[in-house]
C-alpha cells in the first residue's frame, strides 16, 4: 500500500533493480504511469532478461579467461594458463623428472624429490641429481605483493569461504582429495 501511494519509491527501486541487472531501463513516462503494473511486468522480464544479458560477475569470468588464454607462456604453442593451477600425484612429478635430462650432468636425471617447505597448499621442492647433486627448487605458488602469505592459500581460503564450507569444510576437502590441510589464517 505504502508502494502505490509513493510512485517516486516505485520508479527509485526499478531503476535501482534495472543498474544491479545492467538492464537499460524503459523510458520515465511508462515508470509514471501505472507503476504497479509496471513493476510487475518488469519484474518477471528481468527474470528472464538477466540470464541472457551480461551480468557483471559473467563479465568478469569471461574477462578473467580471456586473461588466462592470453597469459601463455611467450614461447609455447600450449592452451594451458600459465598463471593457473593443476593438481599433480607427486608419483607422477617424480615419473617425468625422471624421463628428462639433467642439467649439469646431461645425462638421464636420476634423482630424489624433496620436500623443503609446506605451509598449506604451498609446496617448496627440491630435486636433487644423484649423479652430479644438482640441485633444482620450485615454489608452488607465488607470494600475494606487499606479504608474505601465498596466492594458492589465499585462494584456498576465499574460495572455502564463498562456499561456505570456511575452515572445516576446507580441511574435510583436503584430506578427501589427498592434499595438506589448509592454513589456519
Known amino acids: 500500500m505504502a508502494d502505490e501511494e509513493n510512485p517516486?519509491?516505485?520508479?527509485?527501486?526499478?531503476?535501482?533493480?534495472?543498474?544491479?541487472?545492467?538492464?537499460s531501463p524503459p523510458p520515465a513516462s511508462s515508470l509514471k504511469s501505472n507503476t504497479t503494473s509496471t513493476l510487475r511486468t518488469t519484474s518477471s522480464?528481468?527474470?528472464?532478461?538477466?540470464?541472457?544479458?551480461?551480468?557483471?560477475?559473467?563479465?568478469?569470468?569471461?574477462?578473467?579467461i580471456k586473461l588466462d588464454i592470453t597469459s601463455k607462456s611467450e614461447n609455447s604453442n600450449s592452451n594451458v594458463p600459465m598463471n593457473g593451477y593443476t593438481i599433480l600425484q607427486n608419483q607422477m612429478l617424480f615419473s617425468l623428472m625422471c624421463k628428462t635430462n639433467c642439467q649439469s650432468y646431461k645425462n638421464r636425471w636420476n634423482g630424489e624429490m624433496n620436500i623443503n617447505k609446506r605451509e598449506g597448499l604451498f609446496v617448496i621442492l627440491s630435486f636433487?641429481?644423484?649423479?652430479?647433486?644438482?640441485?633444482?627448487?620450485?615454489?608452488?605458488?607465488?607470494?600475494?605483493?606487499?606479504?608474505d602469505r601465498r596466492d594458492?592459500?589465499?585462494?584456498?581460503?576465499?574460495?572455502?569461504?564463498?562456499c561456505g564450507i570456511r575452515y572445516a569444510g576446507l580441511a574435510k576437502l583436503m584430506g578427501a582429495m589427498n592434499l595438506p590441510s589448509p592454513i589456519q589464517d
Not at 8 to 23: E, G, M
Not at 50 to 61: D, E, H, V
Not at 128 to 147: D, F, G, M, R, Y
Request: hydrophobic share 25%; glycine share 2%; net charge positive.
Open 8 to 23: 517516486c519509491r516505485n520508479s527509485k527501486h526499478a531503476l535501482a533493480r534495472y543498474a544491479r541487472q545492467n538492464v
Open 128 to 147: 636433487q641429481c644423484s649423479s652430479c647433486n644438482n640441485t633444482i627448487t620450485i615454489e608452488t605458488s607465488p607470494k600475494v605483493v606487499a606479504s
Open 45 to 64: 522480464n528481468l527474470s528472464t532478461s538477466s540470464k541472457r544479458s551480461s551480468l557483471p560477475s559473467r563479465q568478469k569470468i569471461t574477462n578473467r
Open 152 to 162: 594458492i592459500n589465499i585462494r584456498s581460503q576465499i574460495g572455502g569461504h564463498l
